[in-house]
């Protein structure tokens, strides 16, 4: 498999435990113990949980004013979450390409792109990795067309800026998804961080009826009902304590495939500064990519094709020249990336890529 969530013991207990002293399940204590652990891990002010990491882009987005017919920059290259969170309210994602060094959105056609419908960036951290042109250009250029920044950092939990901040810090709002693939899972799962006091208090009543907290019919604005339950933050708190760990070894299996892979000029894998990113996934411009797919496969070794275009997805089937992300859609593979990968396990996929070239 190229990937699978991790969960032990300890999580197991932790429900069991949390079933023994309370049984209302839905979102309370726990849920807000785990909320106060991802904001201290992260440096954030606020964190709201929310079901899954494509309601906190849509909530990220209705809170920080995109509104239905609103234009949002969104990259070509990402999980199709990214451009779906906003047509989910009626507001426009526009496409522009990525770079190939960082697969996150490329600068110079960012500013062609805005409209005066324009209303937010959506930047994606490709795979926990920030832009080359780095965050304070793209902060200038919202500054400079009043546009908000959106960061979906579902990537990037356990990365960060060149200056230390993580990522998810630097927009109005950043956003994070704890589904099966990400490096902590909650099953499913979300949340949102900010540290405006305006914004955190919109995301809690747009994921709550509107209402100021539980037990109450009193409605402050339009909200909906998008909680997180008990039961996965029983989970998601077990897992934060694991995060540390995963980010180490994120990184050292990056460098393991790496060193490895160092001479096959049929794969080149996408380049990761581990002293700020995590990877989340192995990334890679592979030659002959189905052949090689299916060998690996014939030798027990899972791999996945990146994101096609989202331009040409027939979802949205929409014209335009997007290099890097046809690029990519063309050649890109991911190889196995599961934390739990053992050095003998990358060290066989090393040798199973260097047989098939
Ligand atoms: C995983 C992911 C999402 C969606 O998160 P879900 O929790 O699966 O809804 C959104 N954006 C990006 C970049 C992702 O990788």
Same mark, same amino acid.
């Given at each position: 498999m190229q990937m699978r969530p991790l969960f032990g013991e300890e999580e197991k207990k932790a429900i069991c435990e949390y079933m023994d002293e309370d049984g209302f399940i839905t979102e309370f204590k726990r849920t807000q113990e785990f909320e106060k652990m991802i904001a201290e891990f992260t440096g954030a002010k606020h964190c709201i949980a929310v079901n899954? #990491?494509? *309601?906190s882009l849509t909530l990220a987005a209705m809170a920080a004013g995109v509104e239905a017919g609103d234009e949002v920059i969104v990259p070509n290259y990402t999980m199709i979450a990214s451009p779906n969170s906003l047509k989910m309210f009626g507001a426009v994602p526009v496409f522009v390409d990525v770079e190939e060094s960082t697969?996150? !959105?490329?600068?110079? !056609? &960012?500013?062609?792109?805005? /409209?005066?419908? /324009?209303?937010? *960036?959506?930047? &994606?951290? @490709?795979? #926990?990795?920030?832009p080359d042109a780095g965050i304070e250009q793209f902060l200038a250029l919202c500054e400079k067309h009043n546009l908000k920044l959106i960061e979906d950092s579902a990537q990037s939990l356990g990365s960060y800026y060149p %200056?230390?901040?993580? +990522?998810?810090?630097?927009?109005? &709002?950043?956003?994070?998804?704890?589904?099966?693939?990400?490096? *902590?899972? /909650? #099953?499913? #799962?979300? @949340?949102?961080?900010?540290?405006?006091?305006?914004? @955190?208090l919109r995301l809690r009543r747009l994921k709550d009826f509107g209402r100021d907290g539980g037990g109450t019919d009193v409605h402050e604005s339009i909200g909906f009902n998008f909680k997180f339950t008990e039961l996965q933050a029983c989970i998601g708190i077990e897992q934060m304590k694991k995060l540390s760990e995963r980010v180490e070894r994120k990184k050292a299996i990056f460098l393991r495939y790496k060193a490895g892979l160092e001479g096959v000029e049929q794969v080149k894998l996408f380049e990761n500064n581990v002293s700020t990113t995590a990877p989340w996934f192995y990334d890679a411009l592979v030659e002959r990519r189905e052949d090689l797919i299916a060998h690996l496969k014939g030798k027990g070794i899972g791999s996945r094709v990146m994101y096609p275009p989202i331009n040409q997805q027939r979802a949205y089937a929409e014209d335009g020249s997007y290099p890097t992300s046809e690029l990519i859609g $063309?050649?890109?593979?991911? !190889?196995?990336? @599961? &934390?739990?990968? /053992? %050095?003998?396990? +990358?060290?066989y996929i090393i040798e199973s890529?260097? $047989?098939f070239y």
């Open positions: 899954n #990491g494509t *309601i697969l996150c !959105l490329d600068i110079n !056609l &960012v500013e062609a792109a805005i /409209t005066p419908k /324009t209303k937010a *960036i959506m930047l &994606v951290s @490709a795979n #926990g990795r920030y %200056d230390g901040t993580h +990522i998810g810090c630097k927009g109005l &709002v950043g956003s994070f998804s704890f589904s099966a693939p990400k490096i *902590i899972s /909650t #099953g499913q #799962g979300g @949340a949102i961080i900010t540290d405006d006091d305006d914004v @955190a $063309e050649k890109g593979l991911w !190889l196995p990336s @599961a &934390v739990q990968l /053992t %050095d003998e396990e +990358i060290d890529i260097k $047989e």
